[in-house]
């Protein structure tokens, strides 16, 4: 199985930038793809973005298109997720999730393995 180790999180102003990494480990040989996930308080995890391990194809929710950039390191078996232009709504925990096989990016099933989240915030 996986491990999955995120960093970066952080306070910052709104308009300001962030980036994020998830470093995986153990059966990393297995991943198909990786994705980012926030999840706010009292609201249910949403998806963010994802990339495919291998072609590197992005997806990204509407709510962060422009603004963040997935991207990965197949070498250092890390994924990144740089947030441009934050606004307060975009604070929340931010999660890296593993997927081993095909199947839609956007839910939450179809991952295997979680890291622990680091926490964004926003401020106005």
């Known amino acids: 199985q996986e491990q999955l180790v995120e960093s970066g999180g952080g306070l910052v102003q709104a308009g300001g930038s962030l980036r994020l990494s998830c470093a995986a480990s153990?059966?990393?040989?297995?991943?198909?793809?990786m994705g980012w996930f926030r999840q706010a308080p009292g609201k249910e995890r949403e998806f963010v973005a994802a990339?495919?391990?291998?072609?590197?194809?992005?997806y990204y929710a509407d709510s962060v298109k422009g603004r963040f950039t997935i991207s990965r390191d197949n070498a250092k078996n890390t994924v990144y997720l740089q947030m441009n232009s934050l606004k307060p709504e975009d604070t929340a925990v931010y999660y890296c999730?593993?997927?081993?096989?095909?199947?839609?990016?956007?839910?939450?099933?179809?991952?295997?393995?979680w890291g622990q989240g680091t926490q964004v915030t926003v401020s106005s």
């Open positions: 990339i495919r391990w291998s072609g590197g194809s992005t």
């Open positions: 153990g059966r990393t040989f297995s991943i198909y793809g």
């Open positions: 999730a593993a997927k081993v096989s095909g199947g839609s990016v956007y839910y939450t099933y179809n991952y295997n393995g």
